[in-house]
């Protein structure tokens, strides 16, 4: 790993190995003014630098204000002093136009182009999102408007849940024939007249029909269980007759009841 010698304002500092040289000719370290090797991200010391002063020949410092062009071979420190002076400079330059460009052109290229375009941005989207606010309600409205002129003032989910009802209610009084007559809460030809009353199946089985996944699976279960048959064929409901429930009622041993013996 060599030496490397950068004379700086009379001053030779010496870098001593290849890896923080290249960081000085890269341009991501500098020497300041107290002879040390910086680094510019982050900003901290790399390297405190040996350093001696140049010597000035007797001509120089006759006539160093002179400009004199020295013979070809006594001329090589010089042009080596003068190319690292214009190193010097042109890395001077260099920050300077970074930080015009940092401190200056940016931020008035971000003040006058970009923060306008945002605001521009931002008021096009709460326009937009206020304008869909302003459909969906109009929207709502319409169809609320529609459904009441249409007499319709439900939706669908509680159109469903009034059917359930209705068959819920059908099919627990049907479970429960055993169990309330056992326990002599019930009046088996009540019941029966209410399960078979022809309005009462045709209802039943119109909803079962229009829709198969109206009953929750425990209900359908159910009373795949006391009809003792599957409910559909070829995904069409086998419609429910007054005869099966009495047959249900004859199989829990109400025979004697429905017959008046």
């Known amino acids: 790993m060599a030496e490397h010698k950068v004379p700086k304002k009379d001053i030779i500092y010496i870098i001593p190995n290849d890896e923080l040289y290249l960081k000085y000719i890269n341009d991501e370290a500098f020497i300041d003014d107290y002879g040390r090797l910086m680094n510019r991200k982050p900003h901290r010391v790399l390297k405190e630098l040996k350093h001696y002063a140049v010597k000035k020949t007797i001509d120089q410092q006759q006539y160093s204000n002179v400009p004199v062009v020295p013979y070809r071979k006594k001329s090589s420190g010089v042009k080596e002093l003068l190319r690292y002076k214009a190193e010097e400079a042109t890395q001077e330059f260099a920050h300077y136009a970074i930080d015009k460009l940092l401190y200056e052109i940016v931020p008035k290229a971000w003040h006058n182009y970009v923060v306008p375009a945002f605001h521009d941005i931002k008021e096009s989207f709460n326009t937009k999102e206020k304008d869909n606010r302003v459909l969906a309600h109009e929207k709502k409205n319409t169809e609320i408007a529609k459904s009441q002129k249409d007499g319709v003032k439900m939706t669908q989910e509680e159109i469903n ?32 007249s209410q399960l078979t009353d022809p309005m009462m199946l045709e209802r039943v089985n119109g909803l079962l029909s229009e829709n198969p996944n109206l009953l929750e699976t425990d209900k359908y279960i159910a009373l795949h269980s006391l009809m003792g048959r599957d409910l559909y064929e070829d995904q069409r409901l086998i419609p429910i007759r007054a005869e099966e429930i009495e047959n249900i009622a004859e199989t829990y041993g109400y025979r004697t009841k429905i017959l008046g013996e």
Request: no cysteine; aromatic share 10%; glycine share 6%.
């Open 161 to 192: 849940f009034e059917k359930r009802k209705v068959l819920y209610h059908w099919i627990g009084m049907l479970s429960s024939l055993k169990k309330l007559n056992d326990a002599g809460e019930i009046e088996i030809n009540s019941v029966l």
